[in-house]
Every structure is written in C-alpha cells, then in structure tokens.
C-alpha cells in the first residue's frame, strides 16, 4: 500500500514532518517508509496526528517545503489490526494505569469510587488527605481519618428476630457517643450518653430507658443508683427476706449471702472511720458465719464511757470503774477495777458517736468543660455537616448546663471544706469521753514493781490514784483477790502478759 495525500515539509536536522491536506493516522504506521519526490527514503518512527510525523532520524538533505511524497507499507504491516490496537490502548490505558494497579478514583458520597454495578451510591470514596468514608444509599455511614474513625450519622443492622445495633452521635462533640444494642426485651447500652443520668464522660448499661449499671467519669461503680462520689450498690428488698446478693460455688453452695436489713428502731454503726461497716437488722443480727473469724488483735474490749475529769487512760494500765459504770483514775472513785485494752481483736459498744449526724459527703468530680464540635472537613457530605450544625446549635445550651453544675459542684466543694472540719471535730470530742477496756484476752499491763510468772496482777493505790502491783499466789488475801485484773502467763519483752479477769 502507498498513501500520498496531500504535502509534506521536511526541516534539515529535524525530525519532524509536517503535512498538509494528510489523514496520518488512519493511512500510516510507525515503521514505515517516507520517501519525498526528490528525495531520499527515511522511517517514520510516531504517527503524532492527522498532520504530523516524527521520524526515526533527523532530515539530513535540504529543507523541502510542500513536496508531494509517498509513503510506502513495510513489510508485516496490517494498518487495520494496528488501528484497533491503538484505538483499544487509548480506551482502556487508563484502567492499566489506575484500577489495574489498585489505584481507584475518589469518588463522592452518592458515587463512591468502589462501589457496586447493581447498587451504585454504595460502596468507600475518599474525603480528604488521609480519608476513607463508608457510603449506604449515597448517606455517608462511617468516616476513618489517619487519627481514629468515627460515626457521623446513624448505623442501624436490624435483624429479623428484633435485634439491633445502632451507633450515633447525639452530642456535641464527637466524642459523645451514643451504642444502643436493642433486643426483643428492650435492654441497651450506652456509651459517653450524656442522657438517663449519665455524664458525658460515663458509661452505662440500662434496660428500657433506666441505668442499672454505671461507671462514672471518676471511676465510681454504681449500681441500682445514677450518681455519687464513691462505688454505691444499691437494691431494694424486703427486710431478713430473700437475698439481695448471693455469692455461691458452684452455682449451689453459698459462700457469703447479704440480706435487706431493717433500721427503724435500730441503732445503726456509729459515724467514725472504718474499713467496713455492717448494720444489723431488726432482729438484732449483723453477721451470721458458719465458720471461724481470724483477727489480729489479743483481746476483746468494750467502749466505756468516762468520768468527768478522767483524762487520758494509757494503754495497758489498771483504771477504776465509779458506781455509776464510768471509768476513774482515782482510787477513792473506784468500786471496780479494770484494764485498757491494747490491741483489740472485737470491740463492743461501739456506739458512743450515733448522736452525731451523718459523715458529710464529698462532692464529686468536678465537672469537665465539654469541647466544641469540630468541624467537618472540606468535602464533608451533607449529612456530616448537617450532624455538625446541629451539634453546633445545641452546644450553647450544653455549655450553660456545664457552668451550672460547675457552680453547683464549686458551692458544695466550699460546703464540705466548712461543714467536714466542724463534723470531724464533734467527732473526736465524742471519742474522748470513752475508751476501750478489755473484757478478756491477753493484755501486757504496766506492772509497778517486780513480777514473775504466775502472779496476780492487782489494782493498788498509788497516792489519789491507782496502780498495778504483782501478788504470789500463795501471799493472795480475798481483799486482793477481788481487786484481781488477771495473771501473769508470760513475760515479754519485759512486760507482763496477763489472762484479763474482773473480780
């Protein structure tokens, strides 16, 4: 074949062919022959256009300007097939270039860039610098970003049993989020709510609507209550009825049972500090225990209430007891003798603070600021800005709840710091009008005088007040006998350690 259409020119020392009135791209491929009338032969090396050639090398003859020419197929040469195969790199080079190598275009919300042949508006585009966003029915879903992943709309999987999972956001800040699990019951779970109780900070696991478990911004467990400063279980239940808590083995044996007890009319565990309080029920009970209870201390001692003016009863001395039941130091005050207790194992009539009122409760944690929304990204779907906009119109009103509680929170902070130190100081006023005597046990007694194993330990005088002195067994007078504290089994460390008795 040999295709002469038109003219041509050719530049000395260029590669480029010109032409005028030429089709090139449909009549010539690389390869083949140019020949100018005149003129010497030279591949052709590109088919740049209609009206353009590169050739294989330069034009070395002289410059021709609007010479006829032919140019004449090479050997092999099939200008249809090679037509098509140009024409189908032209079609599809970009697919080699992009889908061909995993490379997928952005895309947009209602036309995700992988998305699906029969669903077309779902699928995953791109938002943004480091974006990936999970389109439904052209509504954005899920949104990750090179920091976290997040829900800008409402997620909902419903099943055909009732279940459901949905995540929202329903605050103003991106954080607040709300997971509500659904089933045919009606339980849910919440996460950083703000709703039923909960702070913004909070999580809770509720059943239609009302939290049953808490954990607060401060750490605080709470159950069956939707607020305080401390763990708090709470459950209502009828007094020395069924149990409130059970903890079994084995799904049968019990291990330890707490029952509702009932305090109208009874006295409950005074106000003092303790690791452990248990009040007793209207029967009088407190603890029942099939078992031993191991302590560390030596002996068992009892609150005694003390005498106007008796001071300060050091540990292991000998005191006396007046006729109206209250602790002296004074022998001629003392009808009966007793010992203070040292290292008590159980302590009686610990009631001596029940006047008072209740310990004042601790304000809890303070109240944090919550953060503006944040806006979306450039590019945002309209349901993302339509999320931002109306957290953004709420977060005023959020804000005044905020600083209101903040004030709340600062004015009962000021309280307690007031109220706790007047409370703490009634306390330690009650506690020194008693003191605790031992009942029983060992005891070490500060012994005046010389002491040896098997001894009595008696009260004596010393002046206007009273001692511990060491009596044999075989010097015993009935006198003594009945001022006895107890008798000496062991000596350590230089003390007298004493069996407690009472004469």
Known sequence: ???????????????????????????????????????????????????QLTLARPWVAATMNGTPYDIVETAG????????????????????????????????????????????????????????VLATGGTARMWFDGSYGYIPAVISNSASNGAALTLRRTEASAANLLLTTSFPGGSEIALNSGVNGVSNDGFAISMNGTPRLIIDG?????????????????????????????????????????????????????????????????????????????????????????????????KGDVCGVDRDGKLVKTWGDAVSFVIKSTDPSYVGGDTWAGHLSPRPEAPGAEPIEPAPPQAPPEGA???????????????????????????????ATEAYSKTLPVWEAELEK?????????????????????????????????GAGIKAVAVRADDMTLPQYMRRIGKVWAVRDGRAWIDVQHG
């Open 381 to 411: 779907d309209d349901a993302v800005i339509a999320a931002w906009e109306e957290a953004t119109a709420a977060y005023p009103g959020i804000i005044a709840a905020y600083k209101a509680d903040h004030v709340a929170w600062r004015q």
């Open 1 to 51: 074949m040999t295709y002469s259409v038109g003219t041509i020119t050719l530049t000395n020392g260029s590669r480029v062919v010109t032409g005028t009135g030429t089709k090139f791209v449909a009549n010539v491929l690389p390869g083949f022959l140019l020949i100018p009338v005149g003129g010497a032969a030279t591949v052709i090396a590109e088919v740049n256009s209609d009206t």
């Open 218 to 314: 401060s750490g605080n467990v709470l159950v069956g209550v939707t607020s305080g400063s401390y763990h708090n279980i709470q459950k209502d239940g009828v007094a020395n009825g069924q149990p409130l808590i059970a903890f079994r083995q084995g799904g049968s044996v019990p291990v330890a049972v707490v029952y509702a007890i009932d305090f109208n009319g009874v006295e409950g565990a005074n106000a003092a500090n303790a690791a452990f309080k248990v009040g007793r029920s209207s029967t009088g009970r407190s603890i029942s225990v099939s078992g031993s209870i191991n302590t560390g201390g030596a002996d068992y001692a009892e609150y005694m209430v003390k005498a106007d003016g008796c001071g300060v009863i050091p």
């Open 430 to 462: 009650a506690r020194q009008c008693v003191d605790r005597i031992a009942f029983c046990g060992q005891v070490p007694a500060n012994v005046s005088g010389d002491f040896e194993v098997g001894d009595y330990i008696i009260a004596a005088a010393s």
């Open 77 to 132: 040469g099939d200008i249809d097939l090679s037509l098509r195969a140009l024409a189908l790199l032209n079609t599809f080079g970009s697919v080699r270039d992009t889908v061909g190598q995993g490379l997928f275009p952005d895309g947009t919300v209602t036309s995700p860039g992988v998305r699906f042949i029969n669903d077309q508006d779902t699928g995953i585009y791109r938002n943004g610098a480091n974006t990936m």
